[in-house]
Nanobody, 113 residues
Framework: VHLVESGGGLVQPGGSLRPSCAAS????????MRWYRQAPGKEREMVAR????????NYADAVKGRFTISRDNAKNTMYLQMNSLKPEDTAVYYC???????WGQGTQVTVSS
């Protein structure tokens, strides 16, 4: 399992980002995929989940209505469209499959004015 997250950055409150997760080493289109985040001093938490075909998604209450998870199975890539970002969304964002494999390096998202 090899997962590479990218697309994070520094954004002002109310702004948007769209991190990506490039997957390899396993049959991507057969697995549920999840986005997680870990803020400084806090435990890693699940943010969003998507089924293999993308037909069903679930979100943590804290991001519901602001974040949208999606995937492109032809590109073995998953995305997280993040809108209306808040300072409390600041964290390192990771992706993983379900059941979990090895973690990638994550991508830093910082929301600050």
């Amino acid at each position: 399992v090899h997962l590479v997250e990218s697309g994070g950055g520094l954004v002002q409150p109310g702004g948007s980002l769209r991190p990506s997760c490039a997957a390899s080493g396993f049959p991507f289109s057969s697995y549920d995929m999840r986005w997680y985040r870990q803020a400084p001093g806090k435990e890693r938490e699940m943010v969003a989940r998507i089924t293999p075909t993308g037909g069903n998604t679930n979100y943590a209450d804290a991001v519901k209505g602001r974040f949208t998870i999606s995937r492109d199975n032809a590109k073995n890539t998953m995305y997280l469209q993040m809108n209306s970002l808040k300072p409390e969304d600041t964290a390192v964002y990771y992706c993983n499959k379900d059941p979990m494999g090895a973690w990638g390096q994550g991508t830093q998202v910082t929301v600050s004015s």
